[in-house]
């Protein structure tokens, strides 16, 4: 029936661009994935691999029309199809793989009209949205939401964008009239200039108190369980200022920067708040045969003193969906986490520090890419918050990741990746005494073949 209700849609979509005499634009991408892991919950020894699996297929399709009435007005639909291999429950988001393969969800990725009033121009529906960043992504959120982004120029060089979204409406599990929502806006202040840019921006949360506000007490709004919610007895607020720089003038050596500061209003009680800071650099000089980069990230951490709140950054990264826009590697600090593993290091987190080399654009034979990622870092929170839930690593820690990335272009639009990476976690032993201090290391190895049309 699904499919039937999509095939009925995609056939308005034509015909609808015939009888208005517009255009239609199909484009899409199918990605295969074969993915080995090996120990991401770093467990040692004998209890390694006994909860997980070591060896996974998936694919996504995703698939997008384009009704384009003017260059002043289109409408925008876009359908993703996630399916693992073998996997049997055809009501599952990642099912319908099994003999058979009939079934599987069918999701609306995105759906999202495009016009312009005069000056300015609109985007209204479920769309994507990422805050700004000129290092390996903005921690703070980067997914699909369901919001309205509005933006100005005011000469070629200055524009303002803002952008309202309901990350959350829990009236479906409560009544209509409860306090259940969680929302979020931006207000973006993009600046480009001769030789180099700034993006500074500023953003406010609320999540009410019938909404998962429970998180709060780590540092991340959590919106995966939001009928949960215990222990505030008002809204909690949430906000950020931060910007982007990114400097070209130089160029071949190029240098990015951001900067952000974040704080959360947890309610009257004052171990509820929080408020940190996140900062990461880098410096890139393009050379013929390889792009190498020094990068560098550090993000305040907790105190010795759970009384007074946290000195960790607050995100809307999180679970249901969302998730952060830290992008430093494939594997350990990897926000973005996609049809592969992800995120396994920071959890959404920020207190850690790390330098990583980059070599990027490696290529000594036609078609053929490598990506080169060597990363050691440190914690940032005091060693006292050890054992507990959600973090990895503190100040007496330390961590280092090492990726291979390659890519062929096999065709045009036919593209073979491989991805390798193995992540090692040194905790000291006098720190940890419940969660453990003894981690076996983690290893992936990805192969992906993507088609873009």
């Not at 699996?53 to 384009?66: G, H, P």
């Not at 009236?171 to 001769?194: F, S, Y």
């Not at 309610?267 to 940190?276: I, K, L």
Request: with cysteine; hydrophobic share 40%.
């Amino acid at each position: 029936m699904k499919r039937i209700l999509v095939m009925a849609l995609v056939a308005c979509f034509v015909l609808g661009a015939a009888m208005a005499n517009a255009e239609t634009k199909f484009s899409g991408s199918f990605e295969h994935s074969l993915e080995w892991t090996d120990n991401q919950d770093f467990q040692e020894g004998s209890a390694d691999n006994n909860n997980e699996e070591d060896f996974t297929a998936l694919q996504r399709v995703r698939l997008y029309f384009e009704h384009v009435t003017s260059e002043d007005l289109r409408a925008v639909i876009g359908f993703e199809f996630d399916t693992t291999w073998g996997a049997q429950d055809s009501n599952d988001e990642y099912g319908g793989g099994a003999i058979g393969s009939d079934g599987g969800q069918l999701e609306i990725k995105h759906a999202y009209t495009d016009f312009k009033t005069g000056p300015l121009s609109w985007r209204v529906g479920l769309q994507g949205l990422a805050f700004p960043s000129s290092v390996a992504g903005n921690p703070i959120f980067a997914s699909d939401l369901a919001g309205i982004v509005t933006s100005y120029a005011f000469n070629e060089n200055v524009s303002v964008v803002a952008a309202y979204a309901r990350l959350w409406d829990g009236n479906n599990t409560t009544t209509d009239q409860a306090d259940d929502e969680i929302d979020a806006a931006v207000v973006l202040l993009p600046i480009t200039m001769d030789g180099w840019n700034v993006t500074p921006y500023a953003a406010y949360a609320m999540a009410g108190t019938g909404s998962n506000t429970t998180a709060l007490a780590f540092p991340v709004i959590d919106l995966t369980n939001p009928s949960s919610a215990v222990g505030y007895t008002d809204s909690v607020t949430a906000t950020w200022v931060g910007a982007a720089l990114g400097v070209n003038m130089f160029d071949p050596f190029t240098f990015g920067m951001d900067l952000i500061y974040g704080s959360v209003d947890g309610d009257e009680a004052e171990d509820n708040d929080r408020s940190g800071w996140y900062f990461a650099a880098i410096g890139t000089y393009k050379l013929d045969m390889v792009t190498p980069s020094l990068a560098f990230i550090y993000g305040t951490g907790d105190d010795d003193d759970i009384t007074n709140g946290s000195e960790t950054m607050p995100t809307l990264a999180c679970g249901g969906g969302a998730h952060s826009g830290l992008a430093l590697t494939e594997f350990g600090l990897n926000g973005a986490g996609g049809t592969e593993s992800g995120d396994i290091l920071n959890n959404s987190r920020t207190d850690f520090m790390a330098v990583a080399l980059i070599l990027d654009d490696i290529s000594f034979l036609e078609n053929l890419k490598h990506k080169f990622v060597l990363v050691y870092g440190k914690g940032t929170s005091d060693e006292s918050n050890a054992n507990r839930a959600n973090i990895m690593v503190t100040e007496e820690d330390s961590f280092w990741e090492v990726n291979l990335d390659s890519t062929y272009a096999i065709y045009e639009n036919l593209a073979l990746n491989v991805n390798m990476a193995y992540l090692d976690v040194d905790r000291d032993e006098d720190t940890w005494t419940t969660a453990g201090a003894d981690l076996d290391a983690a290893s992936k190895l990805f192969v992906n073949l993507t088609y873009k049309f």
